[in-house]
T-cell receptor, first 118, second 112 residues
Framework: GAVVSQHPSWVICKSGTSVKIECRSLDFQATTMFWYRQFPKQSLMLMATSNEGSKATYEQGVEKDKFLINHASLTLSTLTVTSAHPEDSSFYIC??????????????FGNGTRLTVT | DAKTTQPTSMDCAEGRAANLPCNHSTISGNEYVYWYRQIHSQGPQYIIHGLKNNETNEMASLIITEDRKSSTLILPHATLRDTAVYYCIMNAGGTSYGKLTFGQGTILTVHP
């Protein structure tokens, strides 16, 4: 089945530094990938939609200059948290589908990246 | 996407069937019912989805009422590894595909 891989699975960084998270579709091409965020004891919230070859679209309240998304190829999207602060500490999860928009091709999620900013 | 209501938590004995309900009384005609689950500190895992007919796969069965205002996810023989948060999500696909609205879900605890 469709596999989505994230790297790293966890990262600790100092306040003010930037962190890059990679999301790869291992056995299919993904023109669109989705980035979610989950704070402790809360549910997942969609942050942005990553589009191969074009700009990402961000959900309301998500700073596009802080969360840089690059969808450089059909199998890779990256999320860079710039100038990270402790309040950015969260669980970041990406998802993709082999056939986006097709109900018989549901979203598959990566295993997430736990970011801790000290 | 339509709002869903799920019980906060449920318990189930190992080997027994786990029946997880979901109310979605405001579902629109083009919205599918999706079920995902999230095991602690992992990404969500797709379980099953349906529009109006009952569905079954290797993981679970999905029973959707005739009026589509509620559904039940059935794990026929729950194991300890099925302990997770289960999310019932409505999605119409199209331009909203991938933009899933996760509620608080149901915490299912399977005990020996």
């Amino acid at each position: 089945g469709a596999v989505v891989s994230q790297h790293p699975s966890w990262v600790i960084c100092k306040s003010g530094t930037s962190v890059k998270i990679e999301c790869r579709s291992l056995d299919f091409q993904a023109t669109t990938m989705f980035w979610y965020r989950q704070f402790p004891k809360q549910s997942l919230m969609l942050m942005a939609t990553s589009n191969e070859g074009s700009k990402a679209t961000y959900e309301q309240g998500v700073e596009k200059d802080k969360f840089l998304i690059n969808h450089a190829s059909l199998t890779l999207s990256t999320l860079t948290v710039t100038s990270a602060h402790p309040e950015d500490s969260s669980f970041y999860i990406c998802s993709a589908s082999p056939l986006p928009g097709v109900h018989n091709s549901p979203l598959h999620f990566g295993n997430g990246t736990r970011l801790t900013v000290t | 996407d339509a709002k869903t209501t799920q019980p906060t938590s449920m318990d189930c004995a190992e080997g027994r069937a786990a029946n997880l309900p979901c109310n979605h009384s405001t579902i629109s005609g083009n919205e599918y019912v999706y079920w995902y689950r999230q095991i602690h500190s992992q990404g969500p895992q797709y379980i099953i989805h349906g529009l109006k007919n009952n569905e079954t796969n290797e993981m679970a069965s999905l029973i959707i009422t005739e009026d589509r205002k509620s559904s039940t996810l059935i794990l026929p023989h729950a194991t300890l590894r099925d302990t997770a948060v289960y999310y019932c999500i409505m999605n119409a696909g199209g331009t909203s595909y991938g933009k899933l609205t996760f509620g608080q879900g149901t915490i299912l605890t399977v005990h020996p």
